[in-house]
Each structure stands twice: as C-alpha cells, then as structure tokens.
C-alpha cells in the first residue's frame, strides 16, 4: 500500500462507502444514519465497487449507518476482494454471532473496527463494553480478520476513563486498540477538558507504533491545536454516500458531489491539489491518515469552489449537507 501510494499520487488509497444508511441505535453524536433508509441495490453497489477498483483504490471500507443490516454485506465484500482491494468495515458490532463472523471470514473480510464509547450505556451511546464484550469474545474465537477497538473521548462522553477499560479489554483479547477524539457536528476541533486530556495520552502509549505514526495529528487536537497539512480528500480519501455521490468526508458532504461512476482521474488531480478551508481545525483521522504519505510533497495551489465551476473564485467554508 505504502509502496503503491509514493510511486502515484493518482489513485486513492482509501475510499469509505456507505451500502446502508439505516442504523438499529441512535448515538446523539453521530450525524452518519437514519432509521428508515433501505439498503442500496446489490447490483447499484457492485458498479460503485468496481469503479473504486478502476481508479486504483487500496482499500474500501464498508460503513454505515450499520452495514450488517445489508443484506447481501458478503457478496459485497467478496466483491471487493475480486477485484484485488483491501476490504475493511466499520461497524457497532451489536449484530455479531459465530456463524456471522465465519460468513465475513468466508467473504474475505481483512479488518473490522468497532467503536465503544463507554463501560455502562447511557444517553449518549448504547456501544458499550457491557452489552458488546460477548461480541469481542465471539470475535476473538472466531474471527480470521484483524479486528481493532476504538474507543473515544470528548463530545459528551460522561466517563473518560471508561475508554482505559476499554482499551484493555481490547488487547487483552488480542486485538489492536485506538482512541479517538470526537469532533463537532461539523468534524472541526472540539478541545479536551483536562481528565480528557489524560485519558488521551494514556490510550495514546497502548497503541501500536504503527498507529502512533499515523494518529500523531490528534495530539495537537488534543491540547486544542490546529495542524497544518494538506487534506487530500477527494483524492487520497473518498467517501461515497448511498447516492454514489463522492464527497469530502462524512462531515462536509456535498462537495465535490460527483457521482462516483463519473470520478475520473482528472478529478483525483484536481482536488488533491484543491485546499481545504475546513483543514487546520478537521479531527476526521481518515482525511489525515491518507494525506500522510504525501505531507512532504505537492503543494496545494487551488482553492474550493462550488460543483461545476473553475477554481478561481475565492475560498468558501465547506458545510455538511
């Protein structure tokens, strides 16, 4: 992957998309699901799928709202790995059982996260350790794919230190562990409160190296801190709602806001040299992960500008639809 991404800068390395935007819970922060959406077509989803592969992305993450309540999940995965793509997904896990992780195992499935964000659920989250950990159990048993635990921080969670528990837990059943901090409703920088902050950089020393490296921008978000980087959403990262549009990210939908059947290269070209006014204060770790191989390279000469018009006109700030 790593390899693939210096050589070009004219594929994506990660593309996040979205197959289900229905949900079975409803975490008051998450701006990502409805309750009523149906699942995209198998068929509608299979183009989208062999589109991302045609313009060389390394890895597709399937996510949601909660992709498990995908009908035909498998055959998209299986899908993904035909054509020679890393497959990936994100879900809440509350759907998991022995025969359901064999089935992903069967897929082809090469990563799962599942995000926890408390011990005991409560108002803001039912993604707690107490209803999931049978599920981490199931999952250590029987899973054949790597499987990372993200726990978080921030954004109202009530009890910081229950993301130390839940980093534990995560490797004591011999999965990898990260934390992450959750942004406002328009993924900008939310500062941590001081107990926060300690948590933070607690969690932060149980990561893998190779995580650290690649995470490294939270510690700035941490302590409050702009970065200053290149986001290469839209080129490096996409990610593809169920309308089969291409947007920036989960939080700034609606550009570019092209269909991905119509993404081109030249559209790759075009938005990783494009700056992002919403970059500096962004706390969505996809955007940054991507945009890390290319930090030292290419800077960014055009500002954003609405769908359909010339990069010419002044910067204007990106709003989720």
Not at 229 to 242: F, K, N, P, S, V
């Amino acid at each position: 992957m790593i390899a693939k991404g210096l050589a070009s800068t004219d594929h994506p390395v990660l593309a996040h998309i979205i197959p289900m935007r229905r949900c079975n819970l409803s975490c008051t922060y998450c701006n990502e699901y409805d309750d009523f959406s149906k699942p995209v077509p198998v068929d509608t989803m299979y183009q989208r799928l062999d589109r991302l592969a045609e313009l060389g992305t390394t890895i597709i993450t399937i996510s949601g709202g909660e992709p498990l309540l995908h009908p035909e999940l498998d055959q998209l995965i299986a899908r993904v790995r035909k054509n020679g793509v890393i497959s990936g997904m994100i879900t809440n896990g509350y759907l998991l059982t022995a025969e359901r992780i064999q089935r992903l195992n069967r897929a082809g499935l090469e990563h799962l996260q599942i995000s926890i964000d408390n011990v005991m659920p409560d108002a803001v989250s039912k993604k707690s350790l107490k209803v999931l950990d049978k599920k981490l159990q199931l999952l250590a048993e029987h899973a054949e794919f790597h499987v990372n635990i993200n726990s978080v921080v921030g954004g109202g969670i009530h009890t910081p230190q229950d993301a130390l528990v839940i980093g534990r837990r995560a490797l004591e059943l011999g999965f990898t562990s990260t934390i992450g901090i959750i942004h406002d409703g328009d993924g900008q920088l939310q500062p941590l409160a001081d107990e926060e902050r300690e948590v933070y950089l607690a969690m932060r020393s149980m990561e893998k190296t190779n995580y650290s490296r690649i995470n490294g921008f939270q510690d700035n978000i941490a302590h409050g801190r702009e970065n200053d980087w290149r986001c290469r959403a839209g080129a490096r990262y996409l990610y593809i709602c169920e309308e089969g549009l291409v947007h920036y990210c989960s939080q700034q939908r609606g550009y570019p806001g092209k269909h991905l059947l119509e993404y081109t290269t030249a559209d790759i070209r075009r938005e990783y040299r494009t700056a992002k006014p919403c970059a500096p204060r962004c706390t969505v770790a996809c955007a940054h992960q991507t945009s890390k191989m290319d930090f030292w390279r290419d800077p960014q000469t055009l500002p954003v500008s609405p769908v359909g018009e010339t990069h010419t006109g002044p910067l204007i700030q990106l709003q989720p639809k």
